[in-house]
């Protein structure tokens, strides 16, 4: 193994610090409406593109839920229906004990680099206190891109003037690991937390 000196730390959001799952919006929206279609439901938010324009800042809320509704026939609330779309996520117990433990370490700059949006990332902030600790963050709906584009790691590093061999990529997505990696950066791929950590652990030396 190549060795190298990791000075930068970028955790993803989504399936690495926090767990997410978005069946539970549309389950929360069927709690309501009774004869919603979930899996129509789902399918046509994936086809129109509808959480890509979101997450890159392309499209506020209120239109998001009136095309929705519309098309749904919904009867429930703006604030309801937010309630729903933003309640997707559990913690990560694993990445909560990590993440306090690296920032008492104060060894590391810490960064987050998600595809999130708005609502979403506050009430993230809100419920999952630990994210907190990152307060260097690039997110896709303030900068218009998103990963995998390589244009929001290069971004990231410019804005933090971060030297890629001296950052590490924690992540979820293959797509998004390559892109890092094409850049330079070391890459973490994050599926279960036991492997994570053994490689976690070799490159900075953290048990
Ligand atoms: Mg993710």
């Known amino acids: 193994m190549k060795k190298y000196k990791v000075v930068n730390i970028v955790f993803d959001l989504g399936n690495t610090l926090v767990f997410f799952d978005h069946s539970y919006f549309s389950n929360g929206i069927a709690e309501r409406e009774k004869r919603l279609n979930t899996a129509a439901f789902r399918k046509y938010i994936i ?40 309640d997707v996520f559990w913690e990560n117990p694993n990445m909560k004990r990590l993440l306090e433990k690296i920032s008492r370490i104060r060894k590391y700059k810490l960064f987050l680099l998600s595809n999130t949006d708005s609502p979403h990332m506050t009430f993230i902030d809100k419920n999952f206190p630990y994210v907190r600790i990152l307060k260097n963050r690039v997110l896709s709906y303030k900068v218009h891109m998103y990963k995998p584009q390589k244009k929001i790691f290069k971004y990231l590093l410019e804005k ?48």
């Open 47 to 86: 086809k129109n593109k509808l959480d890509t324009k979101l997450i890159s800042g392309r499209m506020n809320h209120r239109d998001f839920f009136r095309k929705l509704k519309k098309k749904f026939d919904l009867k429930i609330g703006y604030t309801d229906f937010m309630y729903f779309y933003s």
């Open 160 to 207: 933090y003037r971060l030297e890629p061999d001296t950052t590490v990529l924690i992540d979820d997505m293959k797509d998004n690991i390559k892109a890092a990696a094409s850049l330079g950066m070391h890459a973490i791929y994050y599926e279960s937390h036991r492997k994570f950590m053994s490689e976690f652990s070799k490159v900075l030396k953290i048990k």
